[in-house]
């Protein structure tokens, strides 16, 4: 399986900004997607939002964070980056980045993770 690195995260205060970044340690397959999760303590995991590799102009996002979250790639360095603005508590979590096929990249059955990085927005 693909190696994911994460990286960002961290505490701020809310309506502040962070950004977070996964980096693929191999060249990754174009069908695939490519996004993130997360999940707070005592909640179910969720996707937040991803992106279509073989096109990157197609991402889609939960409701809960349309219009202050943007997924991006930058396919010369396998890394798909998360900026997160207008952060609200309800959004401090674990979040995790995950590739898999888009088919059941929503359902994460068979996605491969990252490490997880927390946010936490007080």
């Known amino acids: 399986h693909v190696q994911l690195v994460e990286s960002g995260g961290g505490s701020v205060q809310a309506g502040g900004s962070l950004r977070l970044s996964c980096t693929a340690a191999?060249?990754?397959?174009?069908?695939?997607?490519f996004g993130w999760f997360r999940q707070a303590p005592g909640k179910e995991r969720e996707g937040v939002a991803v992106?279509?590799?073989?096109?990157?102009?197609?991402?889609y996002y939960a409701n809960s964070v349309k219009g202050r979250f943007t997924i991006s790639q930058d396919s010369a360095k396998n890394t798909v980056n998360l900026q997160m603005n207008s952060l609200k508590p309800e959004d401090s979590a674990m979040y995790y980045c995950a590739i898999g096929r888009c088919g059941s990249w929503w359902s994460g059955s068979d996605n491969v993770w990252g490490q997880g990085t927390q946010v936490t927005v007080s």
């Open positions: 191999e060249t990754i397959y174009r069908w695939y997607c």
């Open positions: 992106l279509v590799l073989s096109d990157g102009s197609k991402t």
